[in-house]
């Protein structure tokens, strides 16, 4: 299975914004529900949205109402909208399919966000 492939990542003060976007394989995406995750330094990767291939969301407690999860069918692209960002979700941020049987893990795209 090929890799997800993320970019978008940088350097924001906090209170800013980026998109991330994450463009996976074609017999992969149609199918599946996509999610963006981060792995902060010495954390554990974790959930970060989710969304269905028909287009239902949910966002773990701490980026409601602040992230947007999005995806675009006829390019393959899932996109992450951080607004409002805070030093804390500075981290690694990874694109892959919320299943056990997902592809490998792509290199990721690098968020930091300065105080």
């Known amino acids: 299975q090929v890799q997800p492939v993320e970019s978008g990542g940088g350097l924001v003060q906090a209170g800013g914004s980026l998109r991330l976007s994450c463009v996976v394989s074609g017999s992969i995406f149609s199918i599946n529900a996509m999610a963006w995750y981060r792995q902060a330094p010495g954390k554990q990767r974790e959930w970060v949205a989710v969304?269905?291939?028909?287009?239902?969301?949910r966002y773990v407690d701490s980026v409601k109402g602040r992230f947007t999860i999005s995806r675009d069918n006829a390019k393959n692209t899932v996109y992450l909208q951080m607004n409002s960002l805070k030093p804390e979700d500075t981290a690694v941020y990874y694109c892959?399919?919320?299943?056990?049987?997902?592809?490998?893990w792509g290199q990721g795209t690098q968020v930091t966000v300065s105080s």
């Open positions: 969304i269905t291939s028909g287009g239902s969301v």
């Open positions: 892959n399919v919320p299943s056990d049987y997902h592809p490998p």
